[in-house]
């Protein structure tokens, strides 16, 4: 089973624009912060938002606040996220998007238990794949 969300990536102000995009919409909000994650950054970082989740009525919008010292572009910094169940297909569909494109970050294991890869593909646009293991 397949499922796409757009994934925002955002200059330190997940938090306040996903809590406006809640009011807005409504929903279940959830957030974790790089210090909860246990992810390396410097003290100033650790309670910007890793990941979080607005939930509502068949919409699903997935953000964070990107790493220190990367710069936004406006326009490029909206991701579609695949949610898969079957690793077999997450790797053809990660291969055939990757075709003609650059693989960000190749699939791999991650700490929260799912395997997941990033990649620009040749008509760039950013793609995030995510299946879990267990």
Same mark, same amino acid.
């Given at each position: 089973?397949?499922?796409?969300?757009?994934?925002?990536?955002?200059?330190?102000?997940?938090?306040?624009?996903?809590?406006?995009?809640?009011?807005?919409?409504?929903?279940?909000?959830?957030?974790?912060?790089?210090?909860?994650?246990?992810?390396?950054?410097?003290?100033?970082?650790?309670?910007?938002?890793?990941?979080?989740?607005?939930?509502?009525?068949?919409?699903?919008?997935?953000?964070?606040?990107?790493?220190?010292?990367?710069?936004?572009?406006?326009?490029?910094?909206?991701?579609?996220?695949?949610?898969?169940?079957? #690793?077999?297909?997450?790797?053809?569909?990660?291969?055939? #998007?990757?075709?003609?494109?650059?693989?960000?970050?190749?699939?791999?294991?991650?700490?929260?238990?799912?395997?997941?890869?990033? #990649?620009?593909?040749?008509?760039?646009?950013?793609?995030?794949?995510?299946?879990?293991?267990?």
């Amino acid at each position: 089973m397949k499922h796409l969300n757009p994934y925002l990536a955002l200059p330190g102000t997940c938090e306040a624009a996903m809590k406006f995009y809640q009011e807005c919409l409504g929903g279940e909000l959830t957030m974790q912060t790089f210090a909860q994650s246990g992810q390396e950054v410097p003290d100033d970082y650790k309670d910007k938002i890793m990941h979080s989740e607005l939930k509502v009525e068949g919409i699903q919008i997935m953000a964070s606040d990107t790493m220190p010292n990367h710069t936004i572009i406006p326009g490029d910094n909206i991701t579609l996220s695949i949610q898969l169940t079957d #690793l077999q297909e997450e790797e053809t569909i990660f291969n055939k #998007l990757a075709a003609g494109g650059k693989v960000t970050m190749p699939l791999q294991d991650t700490f929260w238990g799912a395997r997941f890869g990033m #990649l620009i593909d040749q008509f760039g646009i950013n793609w995030m794949l995510n299946c879990p293991t267990q």
